[in-house]
């Protein structure tokens, strides 16, 4: 059984930082490609960044890139998220997610277990 706790969320004002973290249970995460998600009030919930289960590889929404930075540690089983230079349109619930098949390439469908997120409020 896969569980995903995330952390990290809060309030904080435009320009500055905040460090997400997801917690995962089970014995797939070395081998489980991970990602974050984010959904704003009144949208759909929509990519934000992806890591591959061997770590190598990431990929961005081009909302982000160049400001967020994804990471995983295998031994403690926990995925970040570093957001810099947050700015009011980054405002959203952030879900971790795990893919459910493993050793998924970064640009297959996501098929995810989800946490129950964590919210990130930027205020101007």
């Known amino acids: 059984q896969v569980q995903l706790v995330e952390s990290g969320g809060g309030l904080v004002q435009s320009g500055n930082s905040l460090r997400l973290s997801c917690a995962a249970s089970?014995?797939?995460?070395?081998?489980?490609?991970m990602g974050w998600f984010r959904q704003a009030p009144g949208k759909e919930r929509e990519f934000v960044a992806g890591?591959?289960?061997?770590?190598?590889?990431?990929s961005y929404d081009d909302t982000v890139k160049g400001r967020f930075i994804i990471s995983r540690d295998d031994v403690g089983k926990t995925m970040f998220l570093q957001m810099n230079s947050l700015t009011p349109e980054d405002t959203a619930v952030y879900f971790c997610?795990?893919?459910?098949?493993?050793?998924?390439?970064?640009?297959?469908?996501?098929?995810?277990?989800w946490g129950q997120g964590t919210q990130v409020t930027v205020s101007s």
């Open positions: 997610a795990e893919d459910q098949v493993p050793y998924q390439e970064m640009d297959s469908r996501w098929n995810a277990y």
């Open positions: 890591i591959g289960w061997e770590g190598g590889k990431t």
């Open positions: 089970g014995q797939t995460f070395r081998s489980s490609r």
